[in-house]
């Protein structure tokens, strides 16, 4: 055990530091060294679970750094990311909507839908330069109706997205029931392309999507009214209301976020499949949430980053990592541990908010 | 005029003339809808088919009908229903003799009572630690069909058990034993929570719970009660399920049933914001969904399209219950209430 | 009645004629303002305004239409009939947002803000400096910092606000009110949770404002504060205005009088009848007891014997912690001191299922939150409690629960009789019966009614003060609040005075006046007839006086006493 607290450990804190605390915010407990700082950092309902999370990413990396033969390399770093760029746009979306106190389940029907019309549309001769915008414009109108119906309907955001979910999963099946493969160049060269970094490190295309997608989710976030707003409403619908924020249309507007996110990772994933499948992607809604709360964003809306939920899925694809590593293919641990991890960050959650309160 | 009217009022007439319309639809499409034949004194029809394959449905929507009403939801019946069916299926295939009617008893009782555990577990997140039922039950929803692909490793398993089978897809005096086994379900419920305080209190408490504590009504032992029973619910369904395939498939058995399940309560008329609940409504409610389905496939759509169906819907229902579209009919019934009210006070 | 208001604002020209006051143009001006809400109209052609630099309150009790009034002012609600006009101009605002924007700033009760967010994101959210599109967060802060800084307030701009007390979020709400460059700001119960000092720091707030031309528009409980903070006042009841007084002219005593009213039904047949056996159970055995039981935040310790077919009266004004101290003895709240002994006998009360199991019923207040399950049947919320004590397992016979409601239907003249209405659609005195169905059905040793009768018509008023009556000359005892003070010396043996939180008398019915109690109420102490005074009174008064300059608890007030706003 002692071995795991030395140098590697201690190499890797600063950089998860700073990836926890993002801009904009208060200075409190980032980059503090005593102790009462580190507790206040812990036991803070915005900062305590993101910072267990990112702790915990470290300790298994490290982990299996020491368990594994060649885990501890920076390809393995980045290919968390290769293998987990639509589900880090996915959680970019849900982060949105969670923040505001809602949920999305429709986020893996709506990454199926557009792989499909994707593939549909590629394989009758349209051009790749068409068809992503068709998808994002159809997902994001998916979810304006999603947002109307949680708005002006006051139909709870489980049902409204329930409804997309069905809708979205049913339409692939109009499509074709069975796969369509992918065989346009541009989507091939897509996928097949490798940005190299030096060093023989190299990341995809899609990894540059997703974290452009992360850095414009942040800005919007924390730079923006809009932004502000979306926690205010996290925070108390009713208060924000009466300071005059624009929460209707926020509301709604968190909606259409989460189906072009939706929209942009069933196009990033048909990048990594080369195939539109109506089955693909079912239960991937509850990656997206699991990586979501994992990430420190209160179930019940107004804490939490999208830099934590993209270490959300950094810790869901390092679990993937190590079970691959172990040889058993079983993946029906890893189902366990996200329930297991969802378990002990939603107790974390229920703990810290009651006793600020 | 005004028998219409009262008809209409009734929360009932919307899911029965849907079921109608659905009924009307599949005359349409196959004269033979209605018929009803008798095949080795055993019943055969459409209609038997609907009860007979929505009877999964049917079963874990009661239990769902009485979370429901405590204000609560259960997202984790499918990942249940995978979990039970997966313990019978290993248990009759780990036992030497997996066709005598001892070892599925024993594989049967083992996975129910498994499923009381789980139901236990939700009730203790739900009632005790007071995490919203939504986000509790989603712990089991998510590591559910995982402890169930770890009992089955990750295979499909298939069992060869005629008394198993019998469960899914036998007769008994004529009659599908799944509707035999949705009927008792039924009843019991009904039973139950009718002719003990049981369904008063469930009312109550998803309500008006701070009145219901005032008067004494216990909430906790309340909720741990209904979700057990719809853990219960749910492992009966996934044996049936299971039973009807003879296989158990931890990634599929009751894959979306919590989806229906939830549909046929709101169909049903029983508000997702809790309180009044009607078993009868869900009954309808299941059958609507099954009914659905059928009609699909006998007008000659893929039947896999049947969920953009169910995704209208939904919709429907939700725009029909929406507070938004209730205010207008509301703001007049109260107006003739107060009237009303006025009127006897002043007599 | 007197109504100075309805004289000077007859029209402006009596106005400026107005020789005492020289009076500026009044900054907000409110005329005939009515609003009404399903089977209830919450306020009915009220008149109000305030002046600049002025620190106002507006006073009543429960329903008196205080919150409306506010509400409709910051265009929360839309008014039906009436005017507003803010600095001369007809206005009618679609939103909060609107209204902030002319210049209304409020604070409410619970502090609207949110606590997720850094502090200066509270005080500038809505209209924050930008940047490239974007939130100029540097600008921001210097901006509230110096906010901040006006107010004496040394906290980092940048800190959540969820970590910081309830006063300093007060405060951080008000640096957010005077931002917009505030006509008008509302304070609703500032202090209801604050300590001496906070409240001290508030006031200079206040004041420093006041003298910047601000008109200020302070509603509490705290007959102190008022008296110490206000200019002129505003007195509401059930929905009409009283009148509009200058706090220097009028008497605390006349202020109480004119918040609580006088009982204008004639219930003759009862009146007084109380007091004829005050004499006769005064040997009666004690049936429950509290010794200093209290709670914090609520009400200070307290002591109250009931005995065997006692009635005893609970006196005092909203927030007294006349319902505080009634809610620890049915069980809904924890009492965190003193102790309670039912016949002698120690028992502690830590839920409403055990008070119930010893036969204590509450009916609370809020009839519609607290007491009747609105989707269910008359006869379903008659037999709840009773089945609640029985459990789930043994139900009460169909036909036994037929008989029971029937029965209370009957003897309590429930309309409309039928057991299978749904109590929602029934009136509200009629859903008061039922719940007091509920509660007789028990059958119980202590009953505690909460104002029972608020918000009821006259004949069901009298009906239930006469059931009262009569269960009391059968053994049972009661405790019995109510804002009405003549409806308490009607029905009650013994009064007990309640007044910032402290009991501050207990007395035997005997020869006691409206006016006495008034007095108690208003300042504590008995002005003049010392001879109705129990003798502990006297020492009892004087803590409580002491601590009149503020409320002695910091804790935040129970929800009781911020859920019954209408």
Partial sequence: ?357 | MSALAKMASNRLFWPVVMLLVLFAINLVAFPGFFEITVRDGQLFGSLIDILRNGAPTLIIAVGMTLVIATRGIDLSVGAVAAISGAVACSIILGSPAPGSLATVAVAITVALLISLVLGVWNGFLVAALGIQPIIATLILMTAGRGVAMLITEGQILTVNSPPFKFLGSGFWFGIPVAVIIAAVVFGLAALITRRTALGMFIESVGINPEASRQAGVRARGLLFAVYTFCALCAAIAGLILTANTAAADANNTGLFIELDAILAVVIGGTSLAGGRYSLLGTLVGALVIQTLVTTVYTVGIPPIATMVFKAAVVTIVCLLQSPTTAEALSGFRRRLAVRSGKGVAAS | MTHPLADSMESTVTQQTEPAVPAPVPVVEMRGISIGFPGVKALDGVDFRMFPGEVHSLMGENGAGKSTLIKALTGVYGIDAGTITLAGERVSFAGPAQAQAAGISTVYQEVNLLPNLSVAENIMLGREPRRFGGIDWRAMRRRSAELLAGLHLDIDPGSLLGDHSLAVQQLVAIARAIDVNAKVLILDEPTSSLDADEVAELFRVIRSLKDQGVAILFVSHFLDQVYEICDRLTVLRNGTLVGEYLVDELLRIDLVQKMIGKELTALDDLEHRAHASVVDESDAATFVSASKLGRRGAIEPADLPIAVGEVVGLAGLLGSGRTELARLFGGIDRADTGELTIHGENVKLRTPRQAISKRIAFSSENRRDEGIVGELTVRDNIVLALQADRGWFRPIPKKKQDELAQSYIQALNIRPGNPDALVRNLSGGNQQKVLLARWLAIAPRLLILDEPTRGIDIGAKAEIQKLVFNLAENGMSVLFISAELEEVLRLSHRVVVLRDRNVVADLENDGLTVDSLLALIADGRVASDDEALDERAPAVAVVAVGSGDGPAASAPSTPSTEGDRS
């Fill in chain 1, 1 to 357: 055990m002692t071995k795991l607290l030395e140098a590697p450990t201690t190499n890797r804190q600063p950089r998860q530091g700073r990836g926890t605390g993002p801009r904009g915010t208060a200075p409190t407990g980032s980059g503090r060294r005593p102790l009462a700082a580190a507790f206040g950092l812990l036991t803070s309902p915005k900062y305590g679970p993101v910072t267990v999370t990112g702790l915990l990413f470290v300790a298994i990396f490290v982990i299996g750094g020491f368990r594994y033969r060649g885990f501890f390399s920076g390809q393995v770093f980045l290919n968390l990311f290769v293998d987990n760029a639509y589900l880090i746009v996915l959680a970019v979306g849900m982060t949105f909507v969670i923040l505001t106190g809602g949920i999305d389940l429709s986020v893996g029907a709506v990454v199926a839908l557009s792989g499909m019309i994707a593939a549909s549309l590629l394989q009758t001769g349209w051009s790749p330069g068409v068809v992503i915008p068709i998808i994002l414009v159809l997902t994001s109108v998916l979810g304006l109706l999603v947002g109307l119906m949680v708005h002006v309907f006051k139909v709870q955001p489980f049902i409204a997205t329930l409804a997309a979910m069905f809708l979205a999963r049913g339409l692939c099946y109009v499509i074709s029931q069975s796969s369509i493969s992918i065989t346009d160049p541009t989507f091939v060269q897509l996928a097949v392309s490798r940005i190299p970094l030096g060093a023989g490190l190299s990341i995809t295309p899609s990894v540059i999507i997703a974290l452009v997608v992360v850095a414009l989710a942040v800005w919007v976030l924390h730079g923006t009214r809009f932004g502000r707003t979306v926690y205010a409403i996290g925070g108390g619908e009713q208060s924000g209301l009466l300071m005059g924020l624009p929460v209707a249309r926020t509301k709604v507007l968190v909606y259409v976020i989460s189906g072009f996110c939706s929209g942009l990772a069933g196009v990033l994933f048909t990048f990594y499949t080369l195939s539109g499948y109506p089955l693909t992607a079912i239960g991937t809604e509850l990656d997206a949430i699991a990586a979501v709360v994992i990430g420190g964003t209160l179930l019940t809306g107004g804490y939490g980053f999208v830099l934590g939920s993209v270490l959300g899925v950094l810790v869901l694809g390092v679990i993937q990592t190590i079970l691959t590593f172990e040889g058993t293919l079983s993946s029906w641990w890893t189902k366990i541990f996200i329930g297991a991890l969802l378990l002990v960050f939603i107790i974390l959650q229920k703990v810290l908010t009651a006793r600020r309160r």
